[in-house]
């Protein structure tokens, strides 16, 4: 997957509403962690939106299980012919078994976000370059996700994403939250990498995410002008 330039995700755990997305988003991000039987989906898929797979752990915000296990799925997932990025957190990677995973997934060709996600907070503007930075080490994005209180939260993060941008590193930055909402719009003129939002709002992966379209919609008005 090429993340030269602003890729916006379906986020979604049915692999069977891709047909849906085509007409707004580059690619699917399918959450193994919220599916029931995510190989099998993948065996199965024959969509025509390439796949960025993740396995979130429950430490970090999402369902999977007993990490040696989500780990496996999620390396056994970077061989199939659909997938052409896998996310796996920084703290997996750099305190776990997470880089049997990148070293998988180089094998394949398939890109590799390495992602941190703070749903407390934010931290200053040195801890978030940080978390960028470890991500940049292991993977071919960083992808960065911290919970606003306030615009402050939001410029800051804003500020570091043209920082990178300018540098020619690939991240990917976002604000959860009410504070942050706008973010997910506003975040690619500032060279955030990747967008992420569900079909419908009602299965959003993420506090604040807009829908699909709505993201869509915005996103190109904003970038076209």
Not at 24 to 48: I, K, N, Q, T, W
Request: glycine share 8%; charged share 30%; hydrophobic share 45%.
């Amino acid at each position: 997957m090429d993340f030269d330039s602003f890729v916006l995700c379906a986020s979604t755990a049915d692999l069977a509403a891709e047909p849906a997305a085509r007409e707004h988003a580059d690619a699917v991000e399918f959450r193994m962690d919220l599916a029931s039987d995510p190989l099998d989906a993948l065996d199965g898929y024959d969509g025509e939106l390439p796949v960025l797979a993740t396995n979130r752990a429950r430490w970090e915000g999402g369902e999977g299980g007993d990490d040696d296990e989500r780990l496996d799925a999620l390396a056994t997932a970077a061989t199939d012919e659909a997938v052409e990025a896998i996310d796996v957190e920084l703290a997996s990677v750099r305190d776990g078994d997470g880089q049997r995973v990148v070293d998988r997934a180089r094998e394949e060709g398939v890109a590799v976000v390495v992602s941190t996600h703070d749903f407390e907070g934010a931290g200053d503007a040195e801890t978030m370059a940080t978390a960028l930075d470890a991500g940049l080490e292991h993977g071919d994005v960083a992808k960065l996700a911290v919970t606003a209180a306030d615009r402050e939260d939001v410029l800051s993060l804003l500020a570091l994403a043209n920082e990178y941008d300018v540098d020619g590193d690939a991240v990917a930055t976002i604000a959860m939250g009410e504070a942050g909402r706008h973010s997910r719009v506003v975040a690619p003129l500032y060279g955030s990498r990747i967008g992420y939002a569900p079909l419908d709002p009602a299965d959003a992966t993420a506090p604040g995410q807009y829908d699909l379209a709505t993201t869509r919609r915005l996103v190109d008005e904003l970038t076209s002008r």
